[in-house]
Structures are given as structure tokens and as C-alpha cells.
């Protein structure tokens, strides 16, 4: 008993962000963008989240359940709307826990423009993505052009973890003064659901660009 007791005293919960710090690089102006972030219970103890703040209403991380068990993870939205903010912005979220007195930190982080179809070194068409649906006319998938405005050519990665209401389909590679087109589509189930995201690109060029491409799903 004396050792059982001491054991379970010595117990303690303990988080783990899977990468916290993210850009969305360059966002258009009046959009929300997204990006999952994976909270891990890596202690021997339940992990409970009591309270996440953002530092503005304009950004939000909705949880599923307020608690995780040793060992499980669980995945969490981080949603921003940008408004018209221009130029740097950052979001620094603070997760309270039951792990510590101090708060985990997360850094969320942008440059936000006007437009992104005449930016440099790459721009893309449209820079925003409506799936909009109104009587007959439902937009269920819209393509989007990558313009390369320098003369070496980039590779591509995709940066967002996923995306529930889409198929998203980017191209590898981008020739130099070349375009590459890519598409997001909405998934058959979620046709009939409103809902707003973002995808990020990554291109392998030397100052490493970052485009952050929003989405919204509109029923009129």
C-alpha cells in the first residue's frame, strides 16, 4: 500500500505540441486561414486543458475534449481570421494546463498582402478559393495557377497536416517562368456543409516562400 501510494503521488501529466511555431507566409488580405497542430499526453497522469487563449477573438482553437489520456494525442484546429491587417502579423497562443503553472506557448505567424496574384517571386490565381452554392449553380471544385517569376525552378511541398473537407492537389514542381496549376475539391460529404480553411505551399526556392491559399464554402 505504501508503495502504491507513492507511486500514484509521483504521477504528472505533461504536454507535448508537435512542431508549435508555424508560418503561413504570404495570406491574403480579408481571409482565415488554418493549421492543425497535434497535443500529445506524454505524462503518466491525464493531461486536462483549461483554458486556451489567443490574445484576439479573430483567432480561435476549438478542442473536442478538454482532457487526454497518457499516451493518446489529439488533434486541434488553430483558425485566423486576418481581417485587413496588412504586412507582419503574428498570433501567440497561450495553452493553460494542469502540467504546469506556466502556460505552453505557440507561435503563429504571416505577412499579409492586398493580393497575391502579382506578388514576387511567385503568384497564384486565384488566391482565393469560393465554393459557393446558389440555386443551380454549385461550385464544387476550383482550380488555382502558381506563376514562377524567377528563372531556376522550385519544387513544391504541401505544408498543411490535413484537410477534412477537401481533396487538395498540388503540383511537385514549378518551372522557372513557367505556371503549374493545382485544384482543392470539396469532398462529396461535406457538400452541403458551410466552412472556411486555408492550405499552405512550400517552394524550395532560397529564400524558402510560403503561400497560404484560404478556402470557403458558402450556401446561399
Same mark, same amino acid.
Given at each position: 500500500?505504501? %508503495?502504491? /501510494?507513492?507511486?500514484?503521488?509521483m ?6 505540441? /508537435? ?36 490574445g ?5 482553437? !476549438?478542442?473536442?475534449q478538454?482532457?487526454? /489520456? !497518457?499516451g493518446?494525442?489529439?488533434?486541434? +484546429?488553430?483558425?485566423?481570421d486576418?481581417? &485587413?491587417?496588412v504586412? +507582419?502579423i ?23 498582402? &492586398?493580393? %497575391? ?21 454549385d461550385? &464544387? ?16 511541398s504541401?505544408?498543411?497536416?490535413s484537410?477534412?473537407?477537401?481533396? /487538395? ?28 480553411g ?8 532560397k ?14
Amino acid at each position: 500500500m505504501i %508503495l502504491f /501510494v507513492g507511486s500514484s503521488l509521483m504521477a504528472q501529466p505533461e504536454l507535448e505540441i /508537435v512542431q508549435p511555431n508555424f508560418s503561413f507566409g504570404m495570406i491574403p488580405q480579408s481571409s482565415t486561414v488554418s493549421q492543425k497542430f497535434w497535443f500529445k499526453s506524454i505524462g503518466d497522469d491525464t493531461l486536462k486543458i483549461t483554458e486556451i487563449k489567443t490574445g484576439c477573438t479573430c483567432a480561435i482553437m !476549438p478542442l473536442k475534449q478538454d482532457f487526454i /489520456v !497518457p499516451g493518446d494525442s489529439m488533434e486541434v +484546429q488553430f483558425l485566423w481570421d486576418v481581417k &485587413k491587417r496588412v504586412f +507582419q502579423i503574428g498570433r501567440y497562443p497561450y495553452i493553460f494546463t494542469n502540467a504546469s503553472d506556466e502556460p505552453y506557448r505557440m507561435s503563429l505567424t504571416g505577412e499579409v498582402h &492586398k493580393r %497575391l496574384d502579382s506578388l514576387k517571386p511567385v503568384s497564384v490565381s486565384p488566391y482565393k478559393c469560393e465554393f459557393t452554392k446558389l440555386r443551380n449553380n454549385d461550385v &464544387k471544385e476550383v482550380n488555382f495557377t502558381l506563376t514562377n517569376q524567377t528563372d531556376i525552378d522550385m519544387n513544391i511541398s504541401l505544408l498543411t497536416n490535413s484537410v477534412d473537407e477537401c481533396i /487538395v492537389n498540388v503540383p511537385l514542381m514549378i518551372p522557372a517562368s513557367g505556371k503549374a496549376v493545382g485544384s482543392i475539391k470539396v469532398k462529396d460529404e461535406f457538400l452541403d456543409k458551410e466552412f472556411k480553411g486555408s492550405i499552405t505551399i512550400l517552394f524550395d526556392n532560397k529564400d524558402n516562400t510560403r503561400i497560404s491559399i484560404p478556402f470557403r464554402r458558402k450556401i446561399y
